[in-house]
């Protein structure tokens, strides 16, 4: 069965799942690079705090200008960016447990209406049909994206 032969209602529950899935992977994408972000904080912090002496003074970068600041005023604001970071990855955690609820939320609408077109088929062939699953009768769904849904054998 092609996409174009799949019911509408099916076909929008897997573009749901499409835009869930690309949604997750973005948001993985921004905790991962704050992560980075805040692990380069982290080092910048260690570096500052071995200094000592009178030295009380250290450069930091303005685009492309080095820039003579105080120290304690480079680690308040290494410290401001830290925590800003910090919560930004608690937000983008949040967001990651909520998609991921909504993506398996979706999966299993997915694969009750497949189970119910598979049950429709073998009581005489009617919605769903051959070409759901493998040839063959094995696992998969045979939908676009690959599909991560449990499909039953046709005819049973």
Known sequence: MSEQELPPWLREQLSRLQQLQQNLQAIMMQKQQVELEIVE??????????????????????????????????????????????????????????????LKEVENKINTMIRQMQSGAAGGGGVGGPGLGTPGGGQGSGLPGGGNFATRPQGQ
């Open 41 to 102: 904080i982290d080092r910048a912090l260690e570096e500052l705090k071995k200094m000592e002496g009178d030295n009380n003074s250290v450069y930091k970068g303005a685009g492309p200008l080095l820039i003579k600041t105080k120290k304690e005023d480079v680690l308040k604001e290494l410290e401001e960016k830290k925590e800003l970071s910090n919560t930004r990855v608690t937000v983008l955690g949040k967001q990651e447990t909520r998609v991921k609820d909504n």
